[in-house]
């Protein structure tokens, strides 16, 4: 095989064999071909796009670049949840344990940030002493004695996808359907569940902003996941404005425990109840998403779903009293108010500037391996679709003190938010319900 031919075949608009696919990838890891000509193709592929069956190889390809978790070791069916990336993004945090409180079982394993977009391993790291590195043998033994444990993925699930992403992210390749399809559906089918609830998101702070794209990348991960034998349901929600109130680690934290607590933002409470009632769907705990949807509410209004929060605290070594004192959590040296220049409504939030604005205030990394100050944040005071009063605080800054920092942070927040004369009803929220069945529209 002649990898200027495959580079060709596919500029052209041609369709690649698994044998092709399967050549071009593996080489490219054992670096028999370099940088520039996979950066080619993976440029073909963004302006020639892939068949379905090509998605498949792809994906096939990537997990077999790597280990497959086997969870066989874990009685019953395990499902995992996934989010294409969203801004102060809090759910896996509550809902992991209220699945888990629910009936279902979650094995997960979660990322750390990416792009504009926070990781959940970071997250859990600002809770004291909570393990999110743990032996493969421990994390299944606490999964079959509480049905939740949370821990960071490790390089060995689809390597390849490392390698590619590394590569398209400095390439402007990273939102094309088929190389993002691959990229998560190859992370999730090595990492082993019976089931994947994928939370696609759409909108300004989304990888991909326009419906129709979210819909066929949905199409597509749905088609990967149950042609590998995997129940798969993504949801299409709005990455308009952030989720939530909470941007950041230990603010997230505070957030999902709040959320678990009966006093959670209406929006999240909402996505939570709607990818949960999904994950006890397609695991059969429950017969239908209505009698799923009552058992998640009745176990945020009772408190089961926190208590597994802490028991999933204690399980990883982290101290469970932080559910019931979130000032145990880290917290910033200082609390700056940034106020609105203007009265009027919230028209719109960007929420990606809003996620950038909080990596320049110090809560993201500027290289990769750099630690992250888990304290830094930015809690939302107003959300679209609220009046506010010229002066009146628009959101609370967790910072480090450093006021270079606060100021340009505070420059990029100012231009996420657009205030107008006009009283407007906030945005749509959910969009559609995407399954092997079909896809049905949401209110
Ligand atoms: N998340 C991923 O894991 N991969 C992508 O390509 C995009 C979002
Ligand atoms: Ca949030």
Do not use: W
């Amino acid at each position: 095989m002649n990898i200027y031919e495959l580079i060709k075949k596919k500029r052209d608009g041609g369709e690649l064999s698994k044998k092709e696919i399967d050549y071009m990838i593996n080489g490219f890891i054992k670096k028999d071909i370099p940088d520039y000509q996979m950066a080619a193709f993976l440029m073909a592929v963004f302006y020639k796009g892939m068949t379905a069956r090509e998605c498949v190889d792809l994906t096939m390809t990537m997990v077999d670049s790597g280990d497959r978790v086997d969870l066989s070791g874990i009685s019953g069916f395990k499902v995992d949840k996934h989010s294409t990336g969203g801004v102060g993004d809090t759910t896996t945090l509550v809902l992991a344990p209220l699945v888990a409180a629910s009936g279902g079982i979650v094995a997960k394993m979660t990322g750390r940030e990416l792009g504009h977009t926070g990781g959940t391993v970071d997250k859990l790291e600002s809770i004291p002493g909570m393990k999110v590195e743990l032996p493969k043998e421990e994390f299944m033994d606490i999964v079959n004695r509480i049905h939740v444990s949370l821990i960071a993925q490790t390089g060995t699930l689809a390597p390849a996808d490392k390698h590619i992403y590394a590569l398209r992210n400095v390439t402007a390749t990273v939102d094309s359907i088929p190389l993002i399809a691959g990229s998560i559906m190859s992370k999730k089918l090595a990492a082993g569940s019976d089931g994947i609830v994928l939370d696609v998101k759409t909108g300004v702070g989304a990888f991909m902003q326009k419906y129709e794209d979210a819909l066929e990348l949905a199409r597509t991960m749905v088609d990967i996941g149950e042609g590998a034998g995997k129940r798969v349901v993504a949801l299409i929600t709005s990455m308009e404005q952030p989720l939530g109130y909470a941007i950041g680690n230990a603010i997230e934290v505070k957030e999902a425990i709040d959320t678990l607590s009966g006093s959670g933002p209406q929006d999240l409470v909402d996505l939570i109840l709607e990818l949960g009632s999904n994950m006890l769907l397609i695991s059969g705990v429950c017969g239908s998403r209505e009698d799923a949807r009552k058992r998640i509410r009745e176990n945020i209004d009772n408190k089961k779903g926190l208590a597994k929060l802490g028991e999933l605290i204690k399980a990883q070594g982290g101290n469970p009293d932080v559910i019931g004192n979130t000032g145990l959590l880290p917290q910033p040296k200082k609390i700056i108010e940034i106020k609105a220049p203007a009265g009027g409504y919230v028209e719109s939030i960007d929420a990606l500037e809003v996620g950038l604005s909080s990596k320049v205030l110090g809560a993201g990394r500027k290289t990769k391996d750099e630690p992250i100050d888990l304290s830094i944040g930015i809690f939302l005071k107003k959300k679209v679709g609220d009046e506010v009063r010229k002066g009146e605080p628009l959101a609370l800054f967790h910072s480090d003190g450093d006021s270079s920092k606060v100021e340009a942070a505070k420059e990029k927040f100012l231009n996420a938010y657009r205030i107008g004369p006009k009283k407007i009803s906030p945005p749509r929220f959910f969009y559609a319900r995407v399954s092997k069945d079909g896809v049905e529209e949401l209110k």
